[in-house]
Nanobody, 120 residues
Framework: QVQLVESGGGLVQSGGSLRLSCAAS????????MGWYRQAPGKQRDLVAI????????NYADSVKGRFTISRDNAKNTVYLQMNSLKPEDTGVYYC?????????????WGQGTQVTVSS
């Protein structure tokens, strides 16, 4: 089991920045990957960025490349999403997800989400 708590959302003007945090209840070394997903009103939840917990490999949605950076702090069991040059289309609820694969099967764990609103 992994509990995830997101924070850092809020209201920001277009062109501004926010940093989201996702604190995990266990060492992120034991978590295969962690990612940030975004869900806009009336739309599906889409991947924004992902980071592997051990190899520190990262991947980003095309729409955020060059503007968002995902990183981790192993000592704090926390993953961050630095969001710069924000656009109104970045508005949505941002969810943190952890994928844990203790064996052949993997389990997904989600946080409660944090709202990001970008005004034009």
């Amino acid at each position: 089991q992994v509990q995830l708590v997101e924070s850092g959302g809020g209201l920001v003007q277009s062109g501004g920045s926010l940093r989201l945090s996702c604190a995990a209840s266990r060492s992120i070394f034991s978590i295969n990957s962690m990612g940030w997903y975004r869900q806009a009103p009336g739309k599906q939840r889409d991947l924004v960025a992902i980071i592997t917990s051990r190899g520190a490999g990262t991947n980003y949605a095309d729409s955020v490349k060059g503007r968002f950076t995902i990183s981790r702090d192993n000592a704090k069991n926390t993953v961050y999403l630095q969001m710069n040059s924000l656009k109104p289309e970045d508005t949505g609820v941002y969810y943190c997800k952890a994928v844990v694969c203790p064996g052949w099967a993997c389990s997904d764990y989600w946080g409660q989400g944090t709202q990001v609103t970008v005004s034009s």
